[in-house]
C-alpha cells in the first residue's frame, strides 16, 4: 500500500471540457436555448462555457485559435458551416439544435421542436374556443412553417374541417420591417377582409401574428370577435408590439438547451450513434388575441367560461349547469348540438389539459398536479389521463427522453 500516492490520484484535477455555444443571441429562442445549456453545464464543475453570438449579418466568427481549446460544440447547422468555412475541419463533437421541422441528421446528434404537434396544439385551442372557420398563415418554404401548418390542417381534418393557406415567400414573410412595409401591409390587409368571420387564424410564429393584428385593426376587424389569433414562441417583443397581447404556443427552447448539452456529455462518456430528440409544445398561453369564445349558443359560451376559469377546481355538471341557470339535461343537449361531446367530457378533457400543461413545466409533482386538478387518487388520474392523451403523466412531466 502507498497511501501517499493514492492520495495524489484521489485529488489529481479533472480535466476541463470547453464548450463553444454559437448562434445568433439576438433570437429569443437562441437565447433562452444558450440559458438552458448554461443551467446543465453548470452541474459540471470541470465544463467551461463560451456563448458565441454569431449574428447573420456580423462577420464575427471564432478564429481556428478559438476552435483549437474547443472540446465541444453545440449550434445550428447554418452556423456550424460558417464555421467550418472559417476553420477548416473540426474534431470536436457537436450537437445541433432546431426550432424547425428537420429529418434526423445521420452524422450529429440534434435536438428540436416537434411542429407537427404545435400545429396540433394551436388547432385544438382555437377550436375549443368556438371557431368552425380556419385559415393559416405562414412561410411557402420555411421548415418550421411547413410542419406548423401540416400539424394544424391534420388536427383540424379530423374534426371533417380544412383551413385556409395562406403562404408567403421568404423575402414577403411578414417577420419584420426591413422592407417592402407599405406593400406587405397591403397585401395581409387584403388576405384579413377576404377572410371568412369569425375566423380562428394561426400565425406560423408570434412575429407574423403581430402583423396580421395589426392589419385586423386597419381593416377594423373585432379581436376576437372577428378573427381569433394564435401564434408561436410566446416572445415577448412581438407581444409588445402588435398592441394587444397575442395567445401563443410555448415552446421548451430552454429545455433544448438542456438536453443539448446532456447530449454533448454522453459523447464524451463514449456514446457513438447519432441521437435524435423531438420535444413536444408546453402549452398555448391565452391572452387577449383569443380570450373569448365564440360558441354561437350563449348557454354553451357561458358554461365554458366558467369551466376554464375554474379548471383547477373540481366541478360536477351539476355545479356547472346550476352556475350558468340552466339543468344538466338542458345543458347535455346544448354540448352535444354545439361541441359534439357531454359536458362531462368536456370538463374532464379540459381538466387534463390543464394538467398536461403543469406536467409539461416540468416543476410539479404528478400527485400534486393530480390534487391541483381536482383528483383525489393519483392512479385514477393515470388512468384518466393515459386514456385521453395516450401519456403517462410521468413521461409527460419530463418531456425529455
Not at 403543469?358 to 393515459?386: D, H, I, M, N, P
Request: hydrophobic share 40%; proline share 6%.
Amino acid at each position: 500500500m502507498h497511501p501517499i500516492k493514492n492520495q495524489r490520484r484521489r485529488s489529481a484535477p479533472v480535466a476541463e471540457r470547453h464548450i463553444i455555444f454559437l448562434g445568433d443571441l439576438v433570437r429569443n429562442s437562441v437565447r433562452e436555448a444558450c440559458a438552458g445549456a448554461a443551467e446543465h453545464i453548470a452541474e459540471h464543475p470541470s465544463w467551461v462555457f463560451n456563448p458565441w453570438s454569431l449574428q447573420a449579418a456580423s462577420a464575427s466568427a471564432p478564429t481556428p485559435a478559438d476552435m483549437q481549446m474547443v472540446s465541444g460544440i453545440l449550434t445550428t447547422e447554418e452556423s456550424f458551416q460558417r464555421v467550418r468555412r472559417s476553420c477548416g475541419r473540426l474534431k470536436a463533437p457537436v450537437v445541433y439544435f432546431y426550432f424547425m421541422s428537420i429529418e434526423p441528421h445521420t452524422a450529429c446528434d440534434t435536438v428540436s421542436i416537434d411542429d407537427l404537434a404545435v400545429g396540433e396544439m394551436a388547432a385544438e385551442h382555437l377550436w375549443d374556443r368556438g371557431y368552425r372557420q380556419f385559415a393559416f398563415i405562414g412561410s411557402s418554404e420555411a421548415a418550421w412553417s411547413k410542419g406548423r401548418e401540416k400539424g394544424f390542417e391534420r388536427w383540424l381534418g379530423a374534426m371533417g374541417t380544412k383551413p385556409g393557406k395562406h403562404l408567403f415567400s421568404l423575402p414577403t414573410l411578414p417577420v419584420d420591417l426591413s422592407s417592402n412595409l407599405v406593400g406587405r401591409n397591403q397585401t395581409l390587409q387584403e388576405l384579413v377582409s377576404a377572410l371568412p368571420k369569425p375566423c380562428g387564424v394561426m400565425a406560423a410564429n408570434d412575429a407574423i401574428a403581430c402583423f396580421v393584428l395589426h392589419a385586423a385593426r386597419l381593416q377594423r376587424c373585432r379581436v376576437p370577435e372577428d378573427l381569433g389569433v394564435v401564434g408561436v414562441d410566446n416572445d415577448p417583443l412581438p407581444n409588445a408590439a402588435a398592441g394587444l397581447a397575442i395567445s401563443s404556443v410555448e415552446l421548451p427552447f430552454r429545455e433544448v438547451g438542456r438536453q443539448a448539452a446532456r447530449l454533448l456529455g454522453e459523447r464524451w462518456r463514449g456514446r457513438r450513434a447519432a441521437c435524435s430528440i423531438r420535444l413536444p409544445p408546453i402549452r398555448v398561453v391565452v391572452r387577449a388575441s383569443t380570450d373569448a369564445f365564440m360558441t354561437e349558443h350563449p348557454v354553451v359560451r357561458k358554461a365554458q367560461f366558467y369551466i376554464e376559469s375554474r379548471r383547477t377546481e373540481w366541478m360536477s355538471v351539476k355545479d356547472v349547469a346550476r352556475a350558468v341557470g340552466t339543468t344538466q339535461v338542458t345543458l347535455g343537449r346544448h354540448f352535444q348540438r354545439e361541441l359534439n361531446t357531454t359536458p362531462s367530457d368536456y370538463l374532464r378533457r379540459r381538466r387534463i389539459a390543464h394538467a398536461s400543461e403543469r406536467l409539461r413545466q416540468g416543476e410539479a409533482k404528478v400527485y400534486e398536479v393530480a390534487a391541483a386538478c381536482g383528483y383525489s387518487s393519483t392512479s385514477y388520474f393515470g388512468r384518466v389521463f393515459k386514456q385521453l392523451t395516450g401519456q403517462r403523466p410521468g413521461s409527460l412531466r419530463h418531456s425529455r427522453p
